[in-house]
């Protein structure tokens, strides 16, 4: 991957797959990240810390890691974009489980059986290997099982307020003779994964700040980095995403 990883449309040294079958969907984010080993692995090895990077993404409306007796659960809340009320949003409950950690290599699992709109077998794996100059290389995938009645429902959406969404991948297709990016929900995906994965490059960037404007650095960080990417990722500004973001990071620390 490494002429992949110098030269593509990101500006950063990161690659990105994705895969459409009849019943599958999934992204893949491959990038060297400018952190050690140990500094990525500290900071993602805690369940409570991946609640602070999903909090980041603009669809997660709360967070709480809850240990039990089969090992620890993120409860998550995902709901639309814009602040509302944690019973207008939907519920997925993912199991954490650190798959590997040693002096090298780093790897966590979120597993969860079922999540809104009929999708289900939600996977997310995160896996890093130590690079010269402390340096890292990671890969996250995040990949989701839909239904039939969960793709009506995408189709929906996608064809109403997110008829103008596309994602990465150049399309085949060619409009008014020039490529397109791929849209339906292959471009969905494609925005999501992409969006998690900028969470956790913004929470190990804020990891060194004090913990009085960790927060506030994460926030600003992230809505840096989806502006970078307005064609795919551009949902409001940065004043509303603040706000709403400060409501529920304090949302989440008053409610269990």
Sequence with gaps: MQEQLRTNQFGR?????????????????????????????????SPDHWCDVM????????CHAVAGPSGTVLRVNVG?????????????????????????????????????????????RLEAVALP???????????????????LALKT???????????????????????SHIGGVRGLVERNTMRYYLAIDSFLGASDAVAAVRLEHRLQSWFTAVERYPRQLHEMDRAEYLEMKRAEHLRQQTER
């Design 13 to 45: 040294p990161l690659v990105l797959d994705s895969i459409e079958t009849a019943d599958r969907l999934q992204g893949d984010i491959y990038a060297i990240v400018d952190y050690p080993l140990d500094k990525v692995s500290a900071g993602l090895a």
């Design 157 to 179: 959406y996608l064809g109403t307020v997110g008829n103008d969404k596309v994602g990465f991948t150049l399309s085949s297709t060619q409009v008014g003779g020039q490529v």
């Design 133 to 151: 100059n402390a340096r890292t290389f990671v890969h996250l995938t995040y990949s989701y099982t839909i239904n039939l009645a969960a793709r």
């Design 55 to 62: 909090l980041l993404h603009i669809n997660t409306k709360y």
């Design 80 to 124: 639309s974009k814009k602040q509302e009320a944690l019973a207008d949003s939907e519920r997925i409950e993912f199991r954490f489980s650190a798959a590997a950690a040693t002096p090298d290599y780093f790897a966590i699992a979120l597993d969860a059986e079922n999540g809104p709109l009929g999708t289900s077998d939600y996977r997310v």
